[in-house]
């Protein structure tokens, strides 16, 4: 079959196989007037303006607006004058870091590890990766819940030992790691990127001028990956901060986070203002943080990497 | 003399690691390949072991949730058949799932024509939006949806999460249309035309085939999104119209019983057969490749 021949040499992999540039292969004749282009572009183009743009622009009109429908600025203040509710924040943001954190620590050793397969095990080991993005969240979760529980396989495991099990389920470690198993794909594929983006000829080369293998790594592999790093990151951690259901389950009622309270203030506390307030500081605080440390990252030495 | 051999181990890993080209020669090189192995291993092991706990609990003869399973029984399996309020939100998840994965192709091939060959006016904006879709999170959207749909005074039904899942659908579709249509040769296309045969014949006979692949394995991939949904379904459904995750998931509220993991594992042998199919025409990576725009 075309398809996995395809998969099978390996580009798949690369997180730009699949995203032609717009544009990059464009034909030269044009076949038709523009018309032709926005009438078969209107369906989606009606989908996202209705259900897309419309509600993000509502969501934004009443963030700003009292539940009676009064123009204030209170939602805001609330939520910043609240020591409560920026401890929610920095919570939230502390939990993205350590899964940020987790994915490239897991994540790395597990892309170079990648990266000097034979294609077969390459596509293999990808699905076992991305298996966990294909499951429903709810039985993902729940498969943690047995595993981590008090009576689970690793506390049996500890309690085998002699030694007392440590409170796994719950918390912030029952947390970040549901939120690690689960953001790891969209770790190591971009760095898987990266990695096959570096020239094989430049090792050998460091090597005959005398450098030794740590060298090599230290000066070559990871430098030249910094871009797939900087990627998988930035997803990793808009996305962990974002998440509703993993942390909802996993971390029980000590861990409250920034989405369970959009949450709440919206279906329990009725206060459709503030939930929308809530998310939108979500949105503009990991907006901010995402952009300072792509411009730190690429600042520290990564210009030619980018450029 | 210590130091020289670190520096060797580390010039084989490197080797084995960087180059791509695996050494079959030398101690400390093959103690890393089976370092690197043991690793793989260990996390391949944490990305399948609660898929795994899950199904092997759901087979427990105990009444509660277990694992290692004791005794194997399909006695839960049974159970879900007695429970008319599991089979009637998987008919909803399934009935919502195939409509999103239906209209999700057709919405995205053509619109994937579009942005591929034609110019027009916002076409810019349009590939913009696809991709910031996946920027904005699923429980603001949420929200948002609940809020406009109130506003607009459309009541909750399956008609209106099937559209709501097409925000998160739509992007994915016209994401793998646009990779197969790369792939085409417009040449081929061409020589059709040249050879006298219609546009319409030629979009049959040329260009449909380069775009099923992608085609089939978006709309599968729309149908699983849709069957898991549970942040955008939590805020569109009601309490008589629940869908599978969103049943499971207040279940799990109040319950702690082996018929969770039977759903579950039913909703993963679902899941799996729509991955070997996306798999076989185009490969899983292909759908998350692309995401990290910025």
């Known amino acids: 079959m075309a398809g996995s021949a395809r998969v099978a040499d390996g580009q798949a992999l690369t997180p730009d196989g699949s995203a032609p540039a717009p544009g990059g292969s464009r034909p030269v004749a044009k076949r038709g007037p523009w018309r032709t282009g926005l009438l078969l572009a209107s369906p989606a183009i009606a989908v996202f303006a ?203 009622p000590t861990v409250k986070l920034m989405p369970y309270f959009v949450y709440t203030e919206a279906t329990s506390n009725l206060n459709w203002p503030y939930a929308a307030a809530i998310g939108f500081v979500l949105i503009v605080v990991t907006t901010i943080l995402t952009a300072v440390y792509a411009r730190l990252l690429r600042g520290r030495g990564g210009k030619e990497v980018f450029a | 003399m210590t130091t020289a051999r670190e520096a060797e181990t580390a010039t084989a890993t490197e080797a084995s690691g960087a180059s791509g080209k695996p050494i079959a020669a030398g101690v400390g090189g093959r103690a890393r390949r089976l370092l690197g192995a043991v690793f793989a291993a260990l996390v391949g092991l944490f990305l399948l072991a609660p898929v795994l706990v899950t199904i092997a609990s759901s087979l427990t003869t105990t009444s509660y949730v277990t694992f290692p399973p004791k005794g194997l029984t399909l006695h839960w399996y049974a159970e879900l058949l007695n429970r008319p309020e599991f089979l009637d939100s998987f008919l909803l998840s399934i009935g919502v799932a195939a409509g999103a994965a239906v209209v999700s192709s057709a919405l995205g091939l053509a619109a994937g024509l579009a942005i591929h060959r034609y110019p027009f006016p916002g076409k810019a904006v349009l590939d913009r939006l696809f991709s910031s879709a996946f920027a904005v999170p699923t429980i603001v959207l949420g929200i948002g949806l609940l809020q406009w749909y109130a506003q607009l005074g459309m009541a909750s039904s399956p008609l209106t999460l099937l559209l709501a899942h097409l925000v998160l659908t739509v992007p994915y579709t016209v994401r793998l249309v646009l990779a197969g249509l790369a792939g085409l040769d417009r040449s081929a296309e061409l020589a059709a035309a040249g050879l006298g045969a219609k546009a319409p014949r030629v979009f049959w006979h040329v260009t449909l085939p380069a775009v099923r692949g992608p085609l089939i394995a978006g709309a599968f991939f729309a149908l699983i999104t849709s069957f898991d949904d549970l942040t955008i379904a939590l805020f569109v459904v009601t309490t008589d119209m629940q869908t599978l995750p969103v049943r499971i998931f207040n279940y799990l509220q109040y319950n702690y019983d082996p018929t969770v993991t039977a759903v579950g594992t039913v909703m993963v042998l679902f899941a799996a057969v729509a991955v070997v199919i996306i798999e076989r025409v185009v490969g899983v990576a292909h759908l998350f490749g692309a995401d990290p725009e910025n």
């Open chain 1, 50 to 252: 209705l259900l897309f743009i419309a509600p993000l622009f509502m969501l934004v009109y009443n963030s700003f607006r009292t539940q009676a429908g009064a123009p204030t600025l209170h939602n805001y203040t609330r939520f910043l004058g609240d020591s409560f509710y920026r401890d929610v924040l920095w919570h939230t943001l502390w939990i993205g870091a350590l899964t940020t954190l987790g994915c490239l620590v897991v994540g790395y050793p597990f892309a170079v590890y990648l990266r000097g397969r034979s294609p077969r095990a390459r596509n293999y080991l990808s699905l076992v990766l991305l298996s966990p993005l294909l499951i429903s969240m709810v039985t993902r979760a729940y498969g943690w819940l047995v595993l981590l529980g008090p009576k689970g396989p690793i506390a049996d495991g500890f309690q085998a030992m002699g030694l007392e099990a440590p409170k796994m389920l719950y918390n912030d470690t029952a947390v970040v790691i549901g939120m690690v198993h689960v953001m790891l794909a969209y770790m190591v594929l971009p760095l898987m990127g990266s990695l096959d983006r570096i020239d094989p000829a430049l090792t050998p080369a460091a090597k005959g001028l005398g450098a030794s293998g740590w060298t090599c790594f230290w000066r070559i592999t990871v430098p030249l990956s910094l871009p797939g790093m900087l990627a998988g990151s930035l997803i990793v951690f808009s996305l962990t901060v974002s998440s509703f259901v993993t942390p909802a389950i996993l971390g029980g």
